[in-house]
């Protein structure tokens, strides 16, 4: 089962909790100076060790740009790993909630990514095939720099630790500048919902640590839970706080959402995102008894690419993706 369609913890903030350690073989350039024999080699080597482990293979040479977009909304690939013009692999593990992009920036990608607030359970996940990796095969470590990696950034531990938060008070109140300001001045980063280099959307962040050097995993982790715990607290004590005439407006509007994804004839991304951010925030609230997990699954499946390869006939125009759309979302939240 996937990911998103899994009942996580604190559901009502957290959407999913992702560790991800970039390695690099150390024979090998690194994939910036690797031509394709090499990187065909490493996606050879890599592999025959995941797929001996449980993991199942996706050639991007041989899938459509659809497909492959559809594993970017899953969260499994990168927007970036989708452009490489280099032989590349991704290894999936779905049961286990793993996966490995192989030659993206660096030679391994490898993450554990669950649904809702699960950071150590994510890092025991990753850092399990990760240790079986670093039995068979050498990665490239300097004793004072670290595991070495294509960009700078990431030297050191080279983890990443991302938490997928859903702030709708925060982001209303106007707070979200000044707390990414602060993060920053903490070395962690808040980021849009597929990483560096996106936009947030339907008030969605993920907050993720910046500094991977100088810093072990276990106080990276430390760092990163208590900073999301925080923050976690902070928009439930908004949510708890309002009253009067902005309640009355928060309700309103919730309510609204809900009609709109009830009766919505069509329905584009983007607002999908934004009305299902208020039934979430609604369902903490009791206005509504919609699950918290449908609502997840909803943020993968009515994207377009997802959406699309989950029909027989895929839509061809915009418009048909949006009935399309309207159509799910009102079957998997209301039944109809």
């Known amino acids: 089962m996937a990911w998103y369609?899994?009942?996580?913890?604190?559901?009502?903030?957290?959407?999913?909790?992702?560790?991800?350690?970039a390695r690099n073989v150390a024979e090998y350039p690194f994939v910036s100076r690797l031509d394709a024999p090499r990187?065909?080699?490493?996606?050879?080597?890599?592999?025959?060790?995941?797929e001996a482990n449980g993991f199942s293979r996706i050639d991007f040479s041989d899938i459509s740009r659809s497909t492959a977009q559809s594993l970017v909304e899953k969260h499994y690939?990168?927007?970036?790993?989708?452009r490489e013009s280099l032989p590349h692999a991704l290894f999936l593990n779905e049961p286990c909630n793993l996966s490995a992009m192989v030659c993206e920036e660096d030679h391994i990608r490898?993450?554990?990514?669950?649904?809702?607030?699960?950071l150590q359970d994510a890092i025991s996940g990753a850092g399990k095939i990760e240790s079986q990796l670093d039995s068979e095969i050498s990665f490239a470590f300097d004793p004072r720099l670290g595991y070495l990696t294509g960009c700078p950034t990431n030297l050191g531990t080279a983890m990443r630790i991302?938490?997928?938060?859903?702030?709708?008070?925060?982001?209303?109140?106007?707070r979200m500048?000044?707390?990414?300001?602060?993060?920053?001045q903490m070395g962690l980063l808040l980021r849009g919902i597929y990483g560096e280099g996106t936009a947030s959307a339907g008030c969605m962040y993920q907050l993720s640590n910046r500094i991977t050097m100088?810093?072990?995993?276990?106080?990276i982790l430390e760092r990163l839970h208590h900073v999301a715990t925080e923050i976690i607290t902070l928009e439930r004590q908004i949510r708890t706080n309002i009253s009067g005439i902005e309640k009355a407006k928060?309700?309103?509007?919730?309510?609204?959402?809900?009609?709109?994804l009830r009766y919505a004839h069509t329905l584009t991304a983007s607002e999908m995102l934004e009305r299902l951010t208020d039934l979430r925030l609604g369902a903490a609230m009791g206005l509504n008894d919609c699950r918290v997990e449908v609502m997840t699954s909803l943020l993968v499946e009515g994207m377009p690419a997802t959406l699309s390869s989950g029909v027989d006939s895929p839509p061809k125009q915009d418009i048909d993706c949006e009935i399309l759309r309207a159509k799910v979302v009102k079957a998997q939240l209301f039944g109809a």
């Open 162 to 174: 991302s938490v997928m938060l859903c702030l709708p008070m925060l982001t209303v109140s106007g």
């Open 77 to 82: 690939a990168s927007p970036g790993f989708v």
């Open 5 to 21: 369609h899994i009942p996580g913890n604190d559901q009502d903030v957290v959407i999913s909790t992702r560790v991800r350690f």
């Open 39 to 50: 990187a065909r080699e490493i996606v050879n080597r890599i592999g025959s060790i995941l």
């Open 110 to 118: 490898l993450q554990c990514i669950l649904s809702g607030f699960s």
């Open 177 to 184: 500048d000044a707390l990414a300001l602060q993060l920053g």
């Open 214 to 219: 100088g810093l072990s995993e276990e106080e």
């Open 250 to 260: 928060l309700t309103d509007r919730i309510r609204r959402s809900e009609g709109i």
